[in-house]
């Protein structure tokens, strides 16, 4: 289980990458989706996510180590290069990195 909080309102989810079932946020760009990972038991013990959402709840700013997001920008990059072509799941239209089987539109519109 990849357990995760929201960049945007701090909830707990499943899932980095996914929707967030609280306000609906899905990280869409790759500086996003960095920092989507890195908010995740990837990089973090649940309870120091939980402290984390806190703070994002209260409005405070979180800070990311930016040699790792780097790192993660880098990777997509490379994987959106390869990406060329890779088609929805649900759709058909081009997907936004070759890690998505959905496209933007439908990422946000899927029920979870």
Known sequence: MTFAVCMRCG??????LNLCKQCGYSPDTNADRAQSILLSDHHHTQ????????????GRKVHFDQESVEKYLRAMEI????????????????????GDYLCGVCRRTRVQ
């Open 79 to 98: 994987m959106d290069e390869e990406a060329n072509g890779l088609e929805c799941a649900l759709c058909g239209e081009e997907v936004d990195s070759p």
């Open 11 to 16: 909830a707990k989810k499943f899932g980095a």
């Open 47 to 58: 309870a120091e996510l939980v402290k984390l959402g806190e703070a994002i709840r209260a």
